[in-house]
């Protein structure tokens, strides 16, 4: 009724009167959808642009009973993607199998072993699409994800990497939200993204600046993708998020222990790697020494709880390591110096203090 009503009221005016109306609509500010998160926009936006199209990849090994799930969600999009190129890093599985179930509708590669980041390169050297976009094998994405990261990007043109947020999945069951507890940077994205990875995965790359970055490290086994994100931030590139939950992200048991203290190790290897390879100013590097710290503790926590726990040979040597490390806090120094004298004592309480943490290591990983 309201939209009548307005076409008759114009419909009378004088067309000077119509030209005054016609001037003030056109100046009514752009209105941000209120769940996206992204930097403010050097220039105004200019309203929304053209919507961009999705090249999805699937960088896979020995996934040939979960990728089924990942694939049908990608092809379930309601503005489905432009391509699915399905990236074999030499698995053994009937992955083709898997994948044959689809027809033409998803592209296979053949590789040999290489790893992920390899894999998903040669992949994203196919695509067309205006965005590379990353599905992991053993996720699957709410049918609006790549419709809502259109929306963000045609209503914002100038950035150059998308996200959105995303449900934690344990034992087939959702356990919060990736942005719970973490929060999206939108200022300083190029200091910050020095300190922490605030992105969630499967994130989607604008493919001019993922060709001119070169894609993912392939040297790198862990972390290449904070390290694209970090290389893309420090050249230049914004960044945005949609604050909805459109992915669901499994958390696995091989995701936890050791593998917490390779996955720290990593991050502080590819902080000391940045910081030889980029151009930073005296606070980016500041911030990065700091963060290169933090996740050297944290690392070393991780060896020594999991050495403790497991009553493995060298649990003290482990002890002693992070009782040498600077920031240890006195209860923690307190309990490190408790372990030297009897590393028993110490795992008897850590498995303890893990079980009433949560009904599962994964939960309290989460």
Known sequence: MELVEAAVTLA????????????????????????FAAPAAATPPP????????SVIIATYQAADVIAAAIRSALAQTEPPVEIIVADDGSTDDLAGAVADFGETVRLLRLLHQGAASASNKAAALATGDFVVVLDADDTWDPHRLERLADLASSRPDLDLLTTDAWFVVDGNRRGRFYDHNNFATSDQSTEILRRTFFFAHVAVRRTRWEMAGGFAPDLARGYDWDLQLRLLLAGCTA???????????????????????????????LERARTTQTLSGDQDAVLLAARENYRRRALAARAEEALMSEAPGRRRAALAELAARGIGPRRRAFLAAALVSPRWAGVRLRRMAMEQGRAPSDRIV
């Open 12 to 35: 009378t005016l004088a067309p000077d009167e119509l030209r005054r109306c016609h001037n003030s609509l056109v100046t009514i500010p752009h209105r941000t959808d209120p769940a």
């Open 47 to 54: 309203g929304h642009g053209a919507r961009p199209t999705f």
């Open 240 to 270: 945005g998020c949609v604050l909805e939950p459109l992915a669901d992200y499994t958390i696995h048991p091989e995701s936890l222990s050791a593998n917490r203290y390779e996955s720290l190790k990593a991050r502080v290897e590819l």
